[in-house]
């Protein structure tokens, strides 16, 4: 199976003996209150999702991602990983100090962040360089100039998990996945990352994938995203039904994806793909505008970075698809490598046209959706114009 990011799985979890030898030291430390954004951050850090990350970037990994998309020590990462404060909390903490993160809902305690560095975040220039844009119309850079001032770096230890309500099922660790891909014999597997319910486009993507790996590894995002975005448990009763009705169950794996939302198209592909080969994944469908938003971003920007990096530098290998429609005298899924029809012959439908036809109470037609899906989605807008009314 593909070696993890960095070659090596991270794991930063105590055990039940270190976590309540913490517990007892924590009255004697400092301690800060972070977000549930935050907090999921440092659980993906410990479990290895985010290998090779071990804590949150000093300022040279920050300065080298923002510069160069590369860590100080020129692996390969996209993103920047930091836990911002405001100014006042920062100034009151030592560099070398051991800093108890509590949860600013309840006031759990989760974790020990190790603190080696303190520096300002340049969110100008971080929303320029991520998101190509410093628009705060653009939902992550609106995110961003809403965070602190300054980044804590160091290294963290997880003394306990976040209490997911949704999903126990499916949520899998690097290692669990890893494992499961194994036991099902499965060498290649192929992540397909989605915000979204499944529709006919995603459905051929995936099907024409599965025909050369061993195994689909479906892993949709259910961390923080847009207040539009269809909700993650609707979304999840789709993903239940069509696997069930449409696909082969011994070739199938879902997973919840627990990270949140960027909006950061081009660098936010190159981090999906980083942390699904960190789950065991040897390829991910990259299709058009893949983590985009409006029109910050190229249709085919998302695909066309992975060129900047020999292969080898990511590992996982990124399968590049065209836009899949329906086409009317093909009577079959396309793209417009294998269809030479017009546009007029092709069923499309955009997500605001799919939210509207919906919202009307539309069924919309069986060459976009499954009619299996399509009940579940308008049941959730009729249900949602009911309580707006």
Same mark, same amino acid.
């Given at each position: 199976m593909i070696e993890p990011h960095g070659g090596k799985l991270i794991n930063r979890i105590v055990s039940e003996q270190e976590k309540d030898e913490w517990l007892k030291k924590s009255k004697e430390l400092k301690s800060i209150t972070v977000s549930y954004y935050d907090l999921s951050?440092? +659980?993906? %850090? /410990?479990?290895?999702?985010?290998?090779?990350?071990?804590? &949150? !970037?000093n300022k040279n990994d920050y300065d080298? *991602?923002?510069?160069? !998309?590369?860590?100080?020590?020129?692996?390969?990462? /996209?993103?920047? $990983?930091?836990?911002?404060?405001?100014?006042?909390?920062?100034?009151?903490?030592? %560099?070398?100090e051991d800093i108890i993160i509590k949860s600013e809902e309840d006031g759990k305690t989760y974790a020990v962040l190790h603190l080696k560095d303190k520096f300002i975040r340049r969110k100008e220039?971080?929303?320029?360089?991520?998101?190509?844009?410093?628009?705060?119309? @653009?939902?992550g850079v609106k995110f961003l100039y809403e965070q602190g001032e300054v980044a804590l770096g160091g290294k963290i230890t997880l003394l306990s998990r976040i209490n997911h309500e949704n999903f126990q099922e499916y949520r899998f660790d690097p290692v669990e996945t890893r494992r499961i891909f194994s036991e099902n014999g499965w060498k290649t597997i192929v992540a397909f990352q989605t915000r979204n319910p499944i529709h006919r486009a995603h459905e051929y993507l995936q099907k024409t994938a599965l025909e050369i790996v061993d195994g689909? &590894? $479906?892993?949709?995002? *259910?961390?923080?995203?847009?207040?539009?975005?269809?909700?993650s448990d609707v979304r999840m009763h789709s993903y239940?039904? %069509?696997?069930?009705?449409?696909?082969?169950?011994?070739?199938? #794996?879902?997973? *919840? &994806?627990?990270?949140?939302?960027r909006y950061a198209g081009p660098r936010e592909a190159v981090f999906h793909a980083i942390c699904r080969k960190n789950y065991g994944c040897s390829h991910i469908i990259i299709g058009r505008d893949h983590a985009g938003v409006g029109n910050y971003y190229g249709t085919y920007?998302?695909?066309e970075i992975f060129d900047q990096f020999k292969p080898e530098e990511i590992g996982i290998i990124p399968l590049k698809f065209e836009h899949a429609f329906y086409c009317k005298r093909c009577?079959?899924?396309?793209?417009?490598?294998? #269809?030479? @029809?017009?546009?007029?012959? @092709?069923v499309f439908l955009s997500g605001t046209k799919v939210r509207e036809m919906l919202s009307r109470g539309e069924k919309p037609p069986k060459e976009f959706t499954r009619p299996e899906?399509? +009940? %579940?989605? !308008?049941? &959730?807008?009729? +249900?949602?114009n009911n309580v707006e009314k």
């Open positions: 951050e440092l +659980e993906n %850090i /410990s479990t290895g999702l985010f290998s090779p990350l071990e804590g &949150f !970037m080298s *991602v923002l510069n160069n !998309m590369r860590l100080e020590s020129g692996i390969v990462w /996209s993103i920047p $990983i930091v836990l911002s404060v405001k100014k006042q909390i920062a100034d009151n903490l030592k %560099i070398g220039e971080e929303a320029k360089k991520v998101y190509k844009t410093n628009e705060d119309k @653009h939902p689909l &590894f $479906i892993n949709p995002l *259910v961390g923080k995203t847009q207040e539009e975005d269809i909700p239940e039904v %069509i696997l069930d009705k449409y696909y082969p169950k011994n070739r199938v #794996c879902l997973g *919840v &994806f627990p990270v949140n939302m920007e998302a695909q009577e079959n899924m396309a793209t417009s490598k294998t #269809c030479p @029809h017009g546009n007029e012959e @092709h899906v399509a +009940e %579940i989605l !308008m049941k &959730f807008y009729q +249900e949602k």
